[in-house]
């Protein structure tokens, strides 16, 4: 099995997307993934040449905002997809100076929520009514309070 991270180009989210609709999963619009592209680093976790997740954060004043969509193929090498998304984090934190982390999770969502505590991060506060159509979000935080070993 081979992996590599590729910089996100808007070819690769459309890859997602359609896999992600082939097997029933609610997609982002690609207009809406695409103003997340544009507003900080970015990338494609590729394995055997499949997109197996887009991430990226959002940084400002040294606090990064990260996201992160994941495709079927990430479900299939969760370990692996697991140690890689470790790696990138790593390499993040220390090459944009990111003090602290956070990452916004739909309430209910709990692969997300479990993706988020699993990195050690916890729910800083509940925002009610955040999303496009009032739904409540968790504002999930990790400090730089630690020392990540990859």
Known sequence: METQWVILTIDKVMELLEMNEKVGVANKGPGEISKWVNSGPSW??????????????????????IWMIPSPVFYKHIKTCIKCC??????????YKVKKLQALIKEGDKEGRRWAEHFGFSLEKRLESYGPNKENYGLYVREETWQWQV
């Open 86 to 95: 470790l790696h990138i984090l790593v390499w993040g934190i220390k090459h």
């Open 44 to 65: 494609a976790l590729l394995i055997d040449d499949k997109v197996a997740m887009c991430g990226g954060a959002i940084i400002k004043e040294e606090v990064g905002e």
